[in-house]
């Protein structure tokens, strides 16, 4: 089996790290520093095709390879962890409505999605649901040509940045299980009344990408926004989630590749005894299990 990478691919992965080395890279302590999130450079993200990654070419996406799109997010987060996360929550979402959505959901939002004209943000977690998913509390109840949210939501990428919520919410005919069949998808657009935004997480890094909590206090949503049958959302999480762990596990991968270049160089300036500490073997074996790891 030949592991090497294609001539496309080189091209992909060389555009990417240039872009992150012109555009993240020496911005990247200025924004965690500041908490800034810059949606300026989604739109010059949107330019290079990435905005719509895994997304059909017909509905304006560049449908690459889970191994094409790796590379874009190992690239970038060698650069500035926080927007490669904030892309791969949009892809994820983009994605997803693509694959799930009917035609004029697709036409209505995924288009725009994969211009950069809307950006994106998935909801399924809640206080009491993390690794439980299933359990959540969420209520939509079906009141005629609408859904009636009630609930929060915790620990949103993109929360309060994004301009749609691909969000998993329990249907009246099963709040009273805890069972995943009870869960229904549905997107929610920023501004829709009885939608609000409550604390952003304070975290130990990725400050330049916002974590935040949704809040529903009657807050209606057309049944036209459902994707998929009611019933089908943990299906379309769990769906959605298989292509997101990709994407973080090539984050995960660039990051420690712009530790070991920090450490790499610093090794080679830092100079102690008359040369630098490059030189000595204990640092060599320190640098040699980084580049192995």
């Known amino acids: 089996m030949n592991f090497d990478l294609n001539e496309e691919q080189i091209d992909i992965r060389d555009t990417v790290?240039?872009?992150?080395e012109q555009e993240l890279t020496p911005h990247a302590e200025e924004w965690d520093e500041t908490h800034h999130f810059p949606r300026t450079v989604?739109?010059?993200?949107?330019?290079?095709?990435l905005m719509g990654m895994t997304t059909p070419e017909e509905f304006g996406g560049t449908q690459l390879s889970r191994l094409a799109a790796a590379l874009v997010y190992e690239e970038l987060a060698r650069g500035e962890m926080a927007t490669a996360v904030g892309l791969s929550v949009h892809n994820m979402v983009t994605g997803s409505i693509a694959r799930f959505g009917n035609n004029e959901q697709r036409t209505r939002w995924v288009?725009?999605?994969?211009?950069?004209?809307?950006?994106?943000a998935f909801s399924l977690s809640e206080a009491s649901s993390g690794s439980d998913a299933a359990s959540l509390q969420c209520r939509a109840e079906h009141v005629g040509d609408d859904y009636i949210l009630n609930g929060t939501k915790l620990w949103v990428t993109n929360g309060g940045e994004a301009d749609i919520y691909l969000l998993m919410a329990r249907t009246e005919q099963y709040q009273g299980a805890s069972s995943s069949a009870g869960i229904t998808c549905m997107v929610v657009e920023k501004g829709t009344p009885g939608f609000s935004f409550g604390k952003t997480e304070r975290k130990m890094g990725l400050h330049s990408s916002p974590t935040r909590e949704l809040i529903f206090d009657n807050c209606r949503v057309p049944v036209n926004n459902?994707?998929?049958?009611?019933g089908q959302g943990f299906k379309i999480a769990l769906a959605s989630l298989d292509g997101g762990r990709v994407n973080i596990g090539a984050i995960a991968v660039g990051v420690a590749q712009a530790a070991f270049g920090v450490a790499r160089n610093y090794a080679l300036e830092r100079e102690?005894?008359?040369?630098?500490?490059?030189?000595?073997?204990?640092?060599?074996?320190?640098?040699?299990?980084m580049a192995m790891k």
């Open 17 to 20: 790290r240039r872009f992150s």
């Open 42 to 49: 989604y739109t010059k993200m949107a330019e290079l095709g």
């Open 111 to 120: 288009s725009r999605l994969a211009s950069g004209e809307l950006l994106a």
């Open 226 to 230: 459902r994707i998929g049958a009611e």
């Open 272 to 289: 102690q005894f008359g040369r630098n500490i490059a030189s000595f073997q204990g640092i060599q074996f320190l640098l040699a299990d």
